[in-house]
């Protein structure tokens, strides 16, 4: 399997040739050449494998360059019962991705078991260990810098730490996140994990990252790397919970079934598509956003319109506060039926702060064979939405997925057994569900007493030489 970039002008590459790297050195983002297809006998055999074992099915037909045995290996030290952590006292945590039926019909996926309370952890601890597999083979060693405003951030940590050959430098705006988010990545005592809280904003923070990485030379000599969203192998980690959710909703491979998918950044939605192009009989992929709405509009309209980061609104379903899609270019070179030139053309406008229409080109009627259709949410939406399904069902969900829960109750077709993706638990957003409910969430066992725990972090001003004299203080290098 070789990889090509949505923008034409880069060379194909392997698999584990693009894992550590960012965007392809012409702009755009990598993507197999072509999707490995899933035959009805796989679709058959894979039904009741576990999640590690379907993992490795899926799996092996991107990761290709890996040899089998390794793969399997990794897969399954990843997909491990110990790293998930009972997320509600009645879950089968064997499965890793359990399926909650609130009615016929009616499902709920659980993605947010794992270590850090997001469904990032279900991607995120599959590339620590890709990572520190990749880096020990090539005898290289990396230096994540990253910036976060919640879950990424916290993800990234818990998945890379105590990894052999990496160190992570993550910056987070000083004041600006819950105390228990805080607690989970401050009190990380691992030496390889280093917290950077900035006097400033998050695009402070983001800012930094960007200025660090602008400068080449620094950038090479330190060897500093990312794990953002744009990442292929976060992208592929999660077509695997696809595949489970469909197994575990339907009996047999003749049924479709729609996804429902709070969206951000759309890396989550992109991996329902690629599992769709694979063959998997998805009948609909429900794209949710908040109040930040530019993909709605984009499904609705065909305009894009994406927007700054000074007209991005703060709202309670904080993780899908973007308006800037990063893995969108991803679908777009689909649509436009792989067409580098076109895409090219589409971000050319988009890079220089712009927007494009796709209403007057062969594309837009393409559109209606891939399945999408979309909603947006609004604040007094989901608490509408918590308080429903607290009363109907005695379940509790956070605020980003019940976003998704509005959404796919309003777009769904009759007939179409709904999965909702849940994308975080609620104990992550406290506030929301007090004002919900009038109750606290429950937190996982283990996670009690998180903000007693003592903390490590450093306290740095929005200072681009600052934060370079820290991370060359710190670095491990030749
Ligand atoms: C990251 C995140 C999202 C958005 O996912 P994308 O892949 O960026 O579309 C939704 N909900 C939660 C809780 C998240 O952390």
Same mark, same amino acid.
């Given at each position: &399997?070789?990889?090509?970039?949505? @923008?034409?002008?880069?060379?194909?590459?392997?698999? !584990?040739?693009?894992?550590l790297?960012?965007?392809?050195? $012409?702009?755009?983002?990598?993507?197999?050449?072509?999707?490995?297809?899933?035959? @009805?006998?796989?679709?058959?055999?894979?039904?009741?494998?576990?999640?590690?074992?379907?993992?490795? /099915?899926?799996?092996?037909?991107?990761?290709?360059?890996?040899?089998?045995?390794?793969?399997?290996?990794?897969?399954?030290?990843?997909?491990?019962?110990?790293?998930?952590?009972?997320?509600r006292?009645?879950?089968?945590?064997?499965?890793?991705?359990?399926?909650?039926?609130?009615?016929?019909?009616? +499902? #709920?996926?659980?993605?947010?078991?794992?270590?850090?309370?997001?469904?990032?952890? &279900?991607?995120?601890?599959?590339?620590?260990?890709?990572?520190?597999?990749?880096?020990?083979?090539q005898?290289?060693?990396?230096?994540?810098?990253? /910036?976060?405003?919640?879950? !990424?951030?916290s993800?990234?940590?818990? *998945?890379?730490?105590?990894?052999?050959?990496?160190?992570?430098?993550?910056?987070?705006?000083?004041?600006?996140m819950?105390?228990?988010?805080?607690?989970?990545?401050?009190?990380?005592?691992?030496?390889?994990?280093?917290? #950077?809280?900035?006097?400033?904003?998050?695009?402070d =923070?983001?800012?930094?990252?960007?200025?660090?990485?602008?400068?080449?030379?620094?950038? *090479?000599?330190?060897?500093?790397?990312?794990?953002?969203? #744009?990442?292929?192998?976060?992208?592929?980690?999660?077509?695997?919970?696809? %595949?489970?959710?469909?197994?575990?909703?339907?009996?047999?491979?003749?049924?479709?079934?729609?996804?429902?998918?709070?969206?951000?950044?759309?890396?989550?939605i992109?991996?329902? +598509?690629?599992?769709?192009?694979?063959?998997?009989?998805?009948?609909?992929?429900?794209?949710?956003?908040?109040?930040?709405?530019?993909?709605?509009?984009?499904? @609705?309209?065909?305009?894009?319109?994406?927007? =700054?980061?000074?007209?991005?609104?703060?709202?309670s379903?904080?993780?899908?506060?973007?308006s800037?899609?990063?893995? %969108?270019?991803?679908?777009?070179?689909?649509?436009?039926?792989?067409?580098?030139? !076109?895409?090219?053309?589409?971000?050319?406008?988009? $890079?220089?702060?712009? =927007?494009?229409?796709?209403?007057?080109?062969?594309?837009?009627?393409?559109?209606?064979?891939?399945?999408? *259709?979309?909603?947006?949410?609004?604040?007094?939406?989901?608490?509408?939405?918590?308080?429903?399904?607290?009363?109907? %069902?005695?379940?509790?969900?956070?605020?980003?997925?019940?976003?998704g829960?509005?959404?796919?109750?309003?777009?769904?077709?009759?007939?179409?057994?709904?999965?909702?993706?849940?994308?975080?638990?609620?104990?992550?957003?406290?506030?929301?569900?007090?004002?919900?409910?009038?109750?606290?969430?429950?937190?996982? /066992?283990?996670?009690?007493?998180?903000?007693?725990?003592?903390? @490590?972090?450093?306290?740095?001003?929005?200072?681009?030489?600052?934060?370079?004299?820290?991370?060359?203080? +710190?670095?491990?290098?030749?």
């Amino acid at each position: &399997m070789k990889y090509i970039s949505t @923008r034409g002008e880069a060379p194909a590459k392997k698999f !584990t040739e693009i894992l550590l790297g960012g965007l392809a050195p $012409d702009g755009g983002l990598y993507l197999p050449e072509k999707y490995p297809q899933v035959t @009805r006998a796989e679709l058959d055999d894979w039904r009741n494998l576990s999640y590690a074992d379907l993992a490795f /099915a899926v799996l092996s037909k991107f990761m290709t360059d890996i040899p089998a045995a390794d793969l399997k290996q990794i897969v399954h030290r990843t997909y491990a019962s110990g790293n998930y952590r009972n997320g509600r006292a009645d879950s089968d945590i064997q499965q890793i991705v359990p399926l909650r039926t609130l009615e016929p019909g009616l +499902h #709920i996926l659980e993605l947010s078991n794992g270590p850090t309370l997001s469904f990032k952890d &279900m991607a995120m601890q599959l590339l620590g260990n890709l990572f520190e597999y990749v880096l020990e083979k090539q005898g290289e060693e990396l230096n994540i810098l990253g /910036a976060t405003s919640g879950d !990424t951030g916290s993800a990234a940590e818990y *998945a890379m730490r105590g990894k052999r050959g990496i160190r992570v430098f993550m910056l987070s705006p000083y004041g600006k996140m819950s105390a228990f988010q805080r607690a989970q990545m401050y009190s990380l005592q691992d030496p390889n994990i280093f917290n #950077i809280a900035i006097r400033g904003v998050f695009d402070d =923070a983001q800012d930094l990252v960007k200025g660090v990485s602008n400068d080449h030379e620094f950038k *090479a000599r330190y060897k500093i790397g990312t794990v953002n969203s #744009i990442n292929w192998a976060r992208v592929s980690a999660q077509i695997v919970y696809y %595949f489970k959710g469909y197994f575990a909703a339907t009996q047999s491979s003749d049924e479709s079934v729609a996804f429902s998918v709070p969206s951000g950044n759309f890396g989550n939605i992109c991996a329902g +598509h690629i599992a769709r192009m694979m063959g998997l009989p998805i009948g609909q992929l429900i794209l949710a956003t908040n109040e930040n709405d530019v993909l709605d509009e984009f499904f @609705r309209t065909g305009v894009y319109v994406p927007r =700054a980061a000074n007209r991005t609104y703060h709202t309670s379903s904080p993780s899908m506060d973007i308006s800037k899609a990063s893995n %969108f270019e991803r679908f777009i070179f689909d649509l436009v039926g792989r067409d580098a030139t !076109t895409v090219c053309e589409l971000w050319t406008k988009v $890079d220089a702060g712009g =927007a494009f229409d796709i209403k007057g080109m062969p594309c837009w009627h393409d559109l209606p064979g891939f399945c999408f *259709a979309s909603g947006k949410s609004s604040h007094l939406d989901r608490m509408k939405i918590i308080r429903e399904i607290w009363q109907n %069902f005695g379940v509790m969900v956070d605020t980003h997925t019940a976003d998704g829960i509005k959404v796919g109750l309003e777009q769904r077709r009759p007939n179409l057994p709904l999965i909702c993706l849940e994308t975080a638990l609620p104990a992550k957003f406290e506030e929301s569900i007090i004002e919900a409910l009038g109750r606290n969430p429950e937190r996982p /066992a283990g996670l009690e007493c998180i903000e007693k725990l003592p903390q @490590r972090v450093e306290l740095m001003d929005a200072n681009l030489e600052m934060l370079k004299a820290y991370i060359s203080a +710190h670095a491990m290098t030749y």
